[in-house]
């Protein structure tokens, strides 16, 4: 029932929202918000970290029954772990919104489809539904495309359909997929009709290899727009730089997290032979996206593109750990997920405050912002830090645990397939990706350093420079806004950095929970290979 | 007789209530004339009550039209149904949205005229109004399409869609007071004949290839003696001129010109009575062909009579039949959406939505039913997401109502009139900018039809369009159900507009403000539709598990089948040329 209710509370405050006078939104939301934070921070306190693997906090009520459909909602390590991120994210995409969506601005319509937007997502990462899954999956389309149209920058228009076109095409194939997987499964002898995640997570391997293959080409074609990984990733620029600063926020904190952990939770456990299989071309894809998404953002003006471009290269390396298929690889996909939605979304924070303040978002227009803004300053280097992955802070710990585990994932010493991979060099571990691929992948390391630290040093250091025309007296400037960050907006940003600096310095903190989820995901792959290199080898004979 | 006449109460009921409206609505008093829109309403929910009581007589042996339809020597007296407990449902679902469809058309006709008598400038004169007319046709275009549903012969289901299309023609020329309206007409007119044309061919083709005109005889001749080249070509050719009624391509080209120039609560009548009509007769078809023989393995050849008791493609359509089929579903879907994308009226888009649904169902007719012989199942689950056919069935329902709701704001919605003080439509996507502010009730329900005709989840539209993308799926149609996705997403862009107008744009200065029609009910449709797409979405199982029984196809079993020559001899001895001369198409 927990996860109901978090799923319900954000509605609830969406119709509280909806019917209350606009001056009331924002208090509603923040309340809200607030709650559920609480409400998920229960849950995780809660959480029984020992029997991570299973989904916890289950409850089911039925829907629709004659389609086998279920509300079925629980949470198992990784997943609680996304709730809990969603739910932080709310009251700080609420904060940061307050001089951005004035009164003239509609903020019924604007907080209200900001809630509805944290249930769906919670929705997403609840589900143990497959229908469910896809219906919250979908929905999630609708209020990010409201929040982009609405409340976004100049070309919003064009983002907002782009954005949606590109999710909802590449994800009715996935559906497609999803109903196929349900197919077969009711296909075997003795089995009937449903969608549920774990019977099918766990029942539905052992096609042929083919077959796999082609359901990974469907599903990839859903959950990979969403990633987004490189070839499909040209809706993401536009979106992230068009969205209202929380729109941002959301959409590199949680959105871009529905794709990853569709993979890891739907992909791996289904479709695991072909995984293995196709893991050096989806880790080439991958790659691609790190090295092309970081010389991208070398050569962009607009600050905001360039930390949207960043994300295409991190998500990179995200899948990239998930693509290793092992234990190393698997876990630092899954903190890489939180520490992306972290640091990443705290930078978008701190450019809308710039953006708030100068109306610009252009390198060649700012500079040497250190002088102005201090307090600003130390958080844009701290995240920047973050970001590209300093020792002692978060991204560094999951950067190098994806690099690690394709490092030993161990195809360069095998044919590639499981249970052929013979001879190995000690710590290498059973996958299909090699030391290659984390040689090259670290370049993307080198790439992000450059490209970060060369925002920062032309935006925070060197000559104060400063929109033409601007003066802190005149109407450009934010009434409400003193001329470095107010308390307000610190107050956003420092949950954020403590979290940094924990995950950074004690990651244990989150593997502890994902731990037995990753475990329990490998052995399922595992499983699946097994039987499913089997199957393939019956085809072939 | 009397038996079968029972049978068809809902019918008789909406006949009668026609003969009553056609003299009621020309009385002289306005008191008397407004009834007409009242007889027809009582009508439509008297027929839905005896739609529903009607189905325990359908499945008990006493029913002379169904029943143990093949345990029995087959006689001619008694027609059987292949698709029996469709017909329950279909037109239950008839009267339902035709209910809703009754709302809408309020205030269609007559509008001047009446103004004109109330205000006493003229006196009523039976030739200038349509009034009873107009509700005349209404009624027997619904009577036409249950006809359709319980139809057990070619002759009756050519007789039936003529009656469900020809008023559909004068329906759309006398709803507006337009010339594009009566050109509409004209050309649905003409392009109908050729339609009817074409598949009436196929019918003779048919009967030419068979002997037979009741649909189950020829389904046992087609099996007894194998199916000819020339019921091949009947079958399908009957089916691109079914084409026609449901708006699929080669025969759609109408469709955007005829919604266009009619009056929006026509054109929603237009996208639901001919197109139900079209896929009933279809599946009648289908079943008649294909579907309604027993699973493979089921049954062997008999031994003594040396009858080929199972059809060579087991339970599925003839290829060539399937083949038609799959490619009028892709091209349909496919030329439907590209169009839409180009056109800057809404009921053009609309318009080519419609011919895009079509080619959706036409994916569950591919399907076909389960043929897992899982329909005795007390949930009926895994016969819903199998089969096609009820995919179709329900899809039918939810299209009806989801357009209806889109078509009823239209119908709601209407400029400001112009200098003659005619009312004019909206029609124009700058018309229902920002409507969510101005009429946020008529606004939200474009929002929510709209958003449920993407298929969009959690809306009625996806668990519309969810069955087909299962049973396409189960029936191994993968190619086609991902383009079925593919062309689900090419939707969204016009839907989106379509949806989002109202909502989030907001109007342009120099277009001319809308104000609410005059007439309450189009708004209630409206609103009954909206509500709906929301509430089925979440209390829809009961309808689903209804279309599931109602999918159930009639299997001819082994020792049903009584050789060739007792057939014949017990369809009253027909001197038609036996079947088993021509020449086998599939071996």
Sequence with gaps: ?541 | MSERLAFLRPEILLFVATCLVMVVGLSKTYATRRLTSGIAGLALLGAFYLSIATTPSLTSAACPISGKVFSEPVSAASGQLLLPAMVPFMKATIAAVGLLLLLVQAGTVDRAEEAAIAAGKRTFDPLRTNRAEYYAFFLFSLTGLMLCASADSLIWLFLALELTSLPTYIMVAISTARNRGREAGVKYFFLGALGAAVFLYGFALIYGGTGQTNLNQIALAIRGNGLSTITLAGVMISLIGLGFKIAAVPMHFYTPDVYEGAAPQVSGFLAFVPKTAGFIAILLLCAMVGWNYAPPGADEPSALTGVITQSPWGTSLPEPVSLLLWVMAALTMTVGNVLALLQSSVKRVLAYSSIAHSGYMLVGVVAGPNTQASNELPSFASAFTRSGVSAVLFYLLCYGVMNLGAFAVLAAVERTPGADGEAREVDKFEDIRGLCRRDPVMGWCMVLCALSLLGLPPLLGFFGKLPLFTSGIAAGQVALVVILGLNSAIAAFYYLRLAFAPFLESPEEHVERTVPAPYATRRWAAVLSAASVVALAIFGSVLMREAARASTVQRIAPADVRTPASVRLEAGGSASTPPARHSSLLP
């Excluded at chain 1, 995640?197 to 990979?224: H, K, N, P, V």
């Excluded at chain 1, 990984?229 to 979106?239: K, Q």
């Excluded at chain 1, 994806?402 to 710590?427: D, E, I, K, T």
């Excluded at chain 1, 007296?473 to 470095?484: E, I, K, N, T, V």
């Design chain 1, 1 to 541: 029932m927990l996860l109901f209710a978090l799923i319900l509370l954000p509605i609830l405050g969406a119709l509280a929202v909806a019917v209350m006078p606009g001056t009331a939104s924002r208090p509603l939301a923040m309340l809200t918000t607030l709650a559920s934070l609480a409400l998920a921070v229960y849950a995780a306190a809660t959480f029984d970290r020992a029997a991570g693997g299973t989904a916890q906090f289950a409850a089911s009520v039925d829907w629709l029954p004659i389609l086998g459909l279920k509300l079925s909602v629980g949470a198992d390590g990784v997943a609680m772990m996304l709730i809990l991120l969603t739910a932080l994210l709310g009251p700080i995409c609420v904060a940061s919104s307050a001089t951005a969506i004035g009164q003239g601005d509609r903020p019924r319509v604007y907080y209200a489809w900001l809630l509805v937007l944290q249930a769906a997502m919670t929705g997403v990462f609840a589900a143990q539904d497959l229908i469910l899954f896809y219906i919250c999956f979908e929905f999630t389309l609708i209020p990010m495309y409201i929040l982009i149209s609405l409340y976004g920058s100049t070309n919003r228009k064009r983002a907002a359909i782009k954005f949606f076109l590109y999710t909802f095409a590449g994800s009715v194939v996935a559906l497609a997929g999803l109903v196929y997987i349900a197919h077969a499964h009711a296909a075997k002898p003795g089995q009937s009709w449903t969608f549920d995640i774990d019977t099918l997570a766990t029942t539905a391997r052992g096609l042929s290899l083919s077959t796999q293959g082609w359901l990974l080409l469907a599903l990839m074609a859903g959950f990979a727009v969403k990633v987004p990984l490189f070839p499909v990733h040209t809706w993401l620029p536009l979106a992230h730089t068009e969205a209202p600063t929380a729109g941002s926020v959301i959409l590199a904190g949680v959105l871009l997290k529905l794709g990853t952990y569709a993979i890891y939770r739907l992909v791996l456990p289904v479709v695991p032979a072909a995984v293995l299989e196709y893991a050096p071309l989806l880790a080439v894809l991958c790659i691609v996206g790190i090295i092309y998404g970081g010389l991208i953002c070398w050569v962009q003006t607009d600050v905001k593109k360039l930390v949207a471009y960043s994300s295409v290269a991190h998500l990179g390396f995200c899948m990239l750990g998930m693509f290793a298929l092992n234990n190393t690889g698997v876990s630092g996909s899954v903190l890489y997920m939180i520490n992306h939605g972290l640091s990443t979304g705290a930078l978008f924070l701190l450019i809308g405050m710039i953006y708030e303040r100068y109306h610009t978002r252009d390198m060649k227009q700012l500079g040497g912002l250190a002088s102005k803004m201090p307090v600003w300053s130390t958080f844009m280097v701290f995240f920047t830090l973050a970001s590209v992955g300093l020792p002692g802070l978060n991204g560094f710990v999951s950067e190098f645990m994806c690099m690690l585990g394709a490092f030993q994932s161990s195809s360069a010493w095998g044919s590639g397939l499981w249970h052929s991979v013979g001879n190995r060099p000690v710590g290498a571990t059973p996958g299909s990706l090699g030391p290659w691929f984390a040689v090259i992948a670290g370049t993307g390391v080198i790439i992000a350093a450059m490209y970060l630290l060369y925002m920062v040093g032309s935006v925070v250091w060197g000559k104060l420079k400063e929109p033409h025309g601007h003066h802190h007296d005149g109407a450009h400037h934010h009434a409400a806004l003193p001329r470095d960050l107010s308390p307000r907006e610190i107050g956003v940003l420092l949950p954020l950095a403590v979290l940094c600096l924990l995950l950074g310095v004690y990651p244990k903190a989150l593997l502890m929970f994902t731990e037995p989820s990753v475990t329990q995901t490998l052995a399922r792959v595992q499983a699946g290979t097994t039987t499913g290199t089997l199957a393939a080898g019956e085809v072939a004979r």
